[in-house]
């Protein structure tokens, strides 16, 4: 079946612009995740939804990031007036919820602000 | 706080030869999930291993295995017979219930296979 898939894979934008990443999770997947990945690090968590409900946004780094998955599938993770230090690869994660714990991975989408 | 420390930003290792990467990790939880990922240049990322803290016996996936040292908080993956398409950033991560099923990584280790 098909895995995670990101769009855009990437993205540019101008500061003070903003920007809509869309994740689209493997069928049937409750729990969605979001993670920033800054460049040579490890990828750092960002939100949680299972279903539409976000049940954690500890990881949004300021009140500019804002994520939603309004009909349990689909999620868009927004920034509003990108800074520079929003330059970053977005991952997006799906899971099932059960006892495997797993999440699978999306490509993401690296942001770029100039 | 839950923390992942990997103490090697890089390793190298010749083909067919086995090398070992290392992790340890903070926590006060007992019950929880220790997972490897691989990220190649292509940057997907991709489950390699995992362990499940309650089991004593060490996981084994085919060439790759742990050694779980839970007193020691420690989690260790072993690559054996090394191949070209082993080369990627290895990533080890922690998860526990207690913080809603969110992965936290560590900083990650370079490894190169060289022929």
């Known amino acids: 079946g098909a895995g995670v898939s990101q769009s855009p894979r990437y993205k540019v934008a101008k500061r003070g612009q903003d920007v809509a990443l869309r994740c689209d999770p493997i069928s049937g997947h409750v729990s969605l995740f979001w993670y920033q990945q800054a460049l040579g690090q490890g990828p750092e968590f960002l939100t949680y939804?299972?279903?539409?409900?976000?049940?954690?946004k500890s990881g949004l780094p300021s009140d500019r990031f804002f994520a939603e998955r309004p009909e349990g599938s689909v999620s868009t993770l927004k920034i509003q007036r990108t800074q520079q230090e929003d330059s970053a690869v977005y991952l997006c994660a799906s899971s099932y919820y059960g006892t495997t714990y797993e999440q699978y991975f999306g490509p993401g989408t690296r942001l770029t602000v100039t | 706080a839950q923390t992942v420390t990997q103490s090697q930003p890089e390793m190298s290792v010749q083909e067919a030869e086995t090398v070992t990467l290392s992790c340890t990790y903070d926590?006060?939880?007992?019950?929880?999930?220790l997972f490897w990922y691989k990220q190649p240049p292509s940057r997907q990322m991709i489950l390699v291993i995992r362990?499940?803290?309650?089991?004593?016996q060490n996981a084994t996936e085919n060439r790759f295995s742990v050694n779980f040292q839970k007193a020691a908080k420690s989690f260790s993956l072993k690559i054996s017979d090394s191949q070209l398409g082993d080369t990627a950033m290895y990533f080890c991560?922690?998860?526990?219930?207690?913080?809603?099923?969110?992965?936290?990584f560590g900083a990650g280790t370079i490894l190169r296979v060289k022929s």
């Open positions: 991560a922690f998860m526990t219930m207690e913080y809603g099923n969110k992965l936290v």
């Open positions: 362990q499940e803290a309650y089991k004593q």
């Open positions: 926590t006060s939880e007992n019950n929880y999930y």
């Open positions: 939804f299972q279903n539409e409900a976000q049940l954690d």
